[in-house]
């Protein structure tokens, strides 16, 4: 059978670039609660302005269509659609992401939105957040409300990015709101943001017949160093990747894990076979060694691992600013991993960049991956790079630079970088004459 040709798009999320907390009726998120406790964000930071796309979207579209990109990954803010999270529509939030995707489309650029990108409605927080099932259950109706509203002119939709990442860095080892430490009930938002996303994408479906509905997920292969211990190296792949991919491929969850609490019967039925594609996102391998006092990268917290026996990560240079290996082969291996252990599902790199102060490097670390994706044998429909700006890095606030466009922090002013010229070189020239 003839592959489908790769498809190249780009990325950004709701929280990290819209800025506008106040506008057309936005209610308070988790995030903007969190970047106001002293010391959660790295520089003291916050995303009160962020890359202020809410006001300037158009001038983000004219990159998109200088990029020349197939696709714009973008996400949507619930404390926007509804602003305590439930009840009402709020419909002026609506109307931007209206005005999103209809400038999207006018240009030839599909649309690819993402319903949940961390900024939790945070009265929705503040009742439990993902550790209650209701959040689930809030979820659906604002999945619902978003596709009574686009559903006409977007057909493939992402329910939550990086699930992992809510879940384990917010209840476990806390960094990232509601900054916890509370393993037990980490692992009953992992299992209700997966409830959440299977009873959101059946509503979805439901609302808008032929929607492909995916879920985005941080997955990574996990390499054992001569000196790391095998369990760890077990517990480590367990959280990151077996956990979603049992539930949505075998509706299991991974022995080592045990189950959580709140698993009711019929929820692992309800989430196996629950997604049309999934989205990896991809930035960095694994390496698991014995404890150590040496520097891990960022978010690579053996906390956020509960029930590990004692190791560190051990990231080999070259890094990233954020600590990350670089390693193109990483993301094969990975894909590669992946379709063995979900057979038959579509695959999307939905995310894939390198924070770097040299812009050279970021040219590299994109060169690499996109020639090791497009030589590899495993079939992927799409290759978003992330990001589109350089904008709000949640805890590291405003250290790390993804973007392949710059933005001046005081004028908000876009600069394209070398790098934005050779994605856009790239693009043409796989595209042919
Ligand atoms: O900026 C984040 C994004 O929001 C989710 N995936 C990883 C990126 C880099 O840390």
């Not at 936005?26 to 969190?34: A, K």
């Not at 390496?287 to 520097?295: D, N, T, V």
């Not at 991993?337 to 999307?348: C, S």
Request: hydrophobic content about 40%.
């Amino acid at each position: 059978m003839k592959r489908p040709t790769l498809r190249y798009g780009v990325a950004t999320s709701a929280f990290q670039v819209e800025g506008a907390p106040e506008a057309d009726g936005r209610g308070p998120s988790t995030w903007d609660e969190f970047c106001a406790r002293p010391g959660a964000i790295r520089d003291g930071s916050d995303a009160r302005t962020a890359c202020d796309s809410y006001h300037r979207f158009d001038e983000d579209l004219l990159q998109l269509v200088d990029l020349g990109v197939d696709a714009y990954r973008f996400s949507i803010a619930w404390p926007r659609v509804q602003p305590t999270g439930r009840g009402l529509v709020n419909t002026r939030g609506l109307d931007y992401y209206d005005g999103v995707v209809d400038g999207l489309l006018l240009e030839g650029i599909e649309p690819f939105p993402t319903l949940f990108h961390w900024d939790l409605p945070l009265p929705l927080e503040e009742a439990g957040g993902w550790s209650a099932r209701d959040t689930a259950l809030r979820f659906v109706d604002y999945a619902v409300a978003v596709v009574d509203r686009l559903g006409d002119r977007v057909s493939t939709w992402a329910t939550l990015n990086e699930p992992w990442c809510t879940a384990l860095l917010g209840w476990a080892s806390g960094v990232f709101p509601p900054g916890r430490r509370e393993p037990a009930r980490a692992w009953d938002c992992a299992h209700h943001l997966l409830l959440g996303h299977a009873l959101g994408a059946a509503a979805v479906r439901a609302a808008r017949p032929g929607s492909e509905v995916g879920l985005v997920v941080n997955l990574t292969t996990v390499r054992r160093e001569q000196d790391g211990d095998p369990c760890a190296v077990d517990v480590v792949d367990a959280w990151q990747n077996r956990l979603w991919l049992d539930a949505l491929g075998k509706g299991s969850y991974p022995e080592v894990l045990g189950e959580p609490a709140a698993l009711r019967d019929g929820d692992l039925a309800t989430i196996r076979g629950s997604v049309d594609w999934l989205g990896i996102n991809y930035y960095t391998p694994f390496r698991i060694g014995a404890p150590s006092e040496e520097p891990a990268g960022v978010g690579q917290d053996v906390d956020a691992y509960p029930g590990a026996p004692p190791f560190s990560f051990r990231p080999r240079g070259p890094l990233t600013t954020m600590g990350w290996e670089v390693d193109p082969q990483g993301l094969v291996d990975t894909l590669q991993e992946t379709a063995a252990r979900l057979p038959g599902v579509p695959l999307r790199v939905t995310e894939n960049g390198g924070a770097f102060d040299d812009d050279a490097d970021r040219v590299g670390y994109l060169s690499s991956h996109l020639a090791a994706l497009e030589a590899c044998d495993v079939t992927v429909l799409d290759y978003f790079a992330w990001s589109l700006l350089d904008n709000f890095e949640w805890a590291e606030g405003w250290t790390q630079r993804f973007g392949l466009v710059a933005v001046d922090r005081t004028t908000l002013q876009r600069r394209p970088k070398p790098s934005f010229a050779w994605y856009a070189e790239h693009i043409a020239a796989q595209r042919g004459p």
